[in-house]
């Protein structure tokens, strides 16, 4: 009996310490470097770059942790540039933002929003929040149509959650107390994203310093993306004036570098890093676009290292995928889905698609459990869609356990 009992309160000692966790976002918006980051001695990220997020993790909670960053070529938390000591509430939500200059004079540094929500307060409503992260830019307001969204926010500061209906809306940026002065304004589509959260933040510089002044958004689930500019009429992307277009989601998957792409001499997307995404966007279609993918930071549509033409059909729906390794085997290529898709095939559903992007891995299997979701996919290549109940999954990456026809 003595033993049954210190079993059980060996069990729940065990339960007791496991619940003892805070839930964190960590978003890296400062310019330079691409870092590694510490919690205590262990590795938390990896090669951690500018504009990339995490999803909500799982963190300690009620003591402090030393969360060090250091850059990305380090071996150990010893090699911490800045160590920032933290203690994280039980239960509870945070959003941490890296941001700042390293030497500049907004400093680098981590800041930490205690009121994250993953969640909005209705199923048909997207919960935004913003934050100002942009060093060299004055107080701002954030309006939509002459409503105030976000007043008053300076650098390094946070809003609140304002939920609303997952939409498309225009958001203008404006001097704070002077909104008749629009200095930028954006497409903000989040009508994907029903039911959960985002945080919209200022990013780069306004000032003319690089990278350029941009607003970016960190999905709940750790996705990153850029809103498009529009010009004060309404208009601008690439639509060209309304004739016919398509639906296109641009994703870098090529390890290095971070690039610019040019469409037909206009530069589309600045600074586009590893393992970032596009929400899907409306181009031209039934014309030829040329792509052209240049370093980060380039000047014009010739500083393109190698350039693809395109000829999308209009209505349809692609997925492109920058692949493989520049100089290196496999080369760096363009890879094209079109059949992507933007919903799932019921409301209760999520759709997967999976591309095979990693260089030097064989021909898999994704399961989970003893089922198989995507057989035989190599280097290169899509599935189809699954669609399957919105939830969690185990995902297990096996070898192809078949041989494909000859």
Known sequence: MKKLSATLLGFFMVCFVMAQT?????????PTPTVDIYAGTSKLLDNFAFRTATPYIDVPANSQINIGVALATSTSSA?????????????????????GVVGGAQPFNLFVYD?????????????????????DAPEVDITTGGNVLYDNVSFGEFTGYLNVPAASYQLDVTPGNNNSTIVASYNADFSFWKGRTAVVFASG?????QPGFEPWVALDNGGTFPLKSVTTGGGGGTGGGGGSTARVQIIHNSPTPTV???VNGSKFLDDFAF???TPYVDVPAGVNLNLGVALGNSMMASDALVSYDLNLVAGKKYVVVANGIVGGNPGFDLEIFDMGQEMADAPGNV??????????APEVDIKTGNSVLFD???FGEFSGYLNVPAASYELDVHPATTTRPS
């Open 22 to 30: 805070a839930r964190v976002q960590i978003i890296h918006n400062s």
């Open 79 to 99: 090699d911490a540039i800045a160590t920032f000591p933290v203690t994280f509430q039980a239960n509870r939500t945070y959003v941490v933002v890296a941001a």
């Open 115 to 135: 009121m994250g929500a993953e969640t909005s307060n209705a199923p048909g409503n997207v919960g935004i929040a913003f934050f100002h992260g942009s060093p």
């Open 205 to 209: 510089f306004l000032g003319g310093g």
């Open 260 to 262: 610019d792409l040019w």
């Open 275 to 277: 393992r970032t995404a």
């Open 351 to 360: 759709g997967l698609l999976f591309f095979h992007g990693s260089p030097d």
């Open 376 to 378: 035989n996919v190599s």
